[in-house]
């Protein structure tokens, strides 16, 4: 079976810095793409970011010049680095991949901005 596991959630004041991880496990190599996608209270879940298998990057428009995704070499884990975090940033984020021509989810994990 192929899951996601997201970690490094957690609570940072505004201005503040966190890191999500998501590896893959179960038979998961080789995705086409892996990022984040968020979801807000009331609102509808938005892309953060994504990588596809060449490397290329893509960035919600909110988060560009704050948040940067990168992946280790095997291509099974996705970090997403969060800089200078705002309240607006409050959501569940979860981990996604495309693989095997179907959509993947993680169970998702908070963070929380404080004002």
């Known amino acids: 079976q192929v899951q996601l596991m997201e970690s490094g959630g957690g609570l940072v004041q505004t201005g503040g810095s966190l890191r999500l991880s998501c590896s893959g496990s179960?038979?998961?190599?080789?995705?086409?793409?892996m990022g984040w996608y968020r979801q807000a209270p009331g609102k509808q879940r938005e892309l953060v970011a994504n990588?596809?298998?060449?490397?290329?990057?893509n960035y919600g428009d909110s988060v560009k010049d704050r948040f940067s995704i990168s992946r280790d070499k095997m291509h099974t884990t996705v970090y997403l680095q969060m800089n200078n975090l705002k309240p607006d940033d409050t959501a569940t984020y979860y981990c996604?991949?495309?693989?095997?021509?179907?959509?993947?989810w993680g169970q998702g994990t908070q963070v929380t901005v404080s004002s």
């Open positions: 996604w991949a495309r693989i095997y021509g179907r959509d993947l």
């Open positions: 179960g038979r998961f190599s080789s995705p086409n793409a």
């Open positions: 990588i596809a298998g060449g490397g290329i990057t």
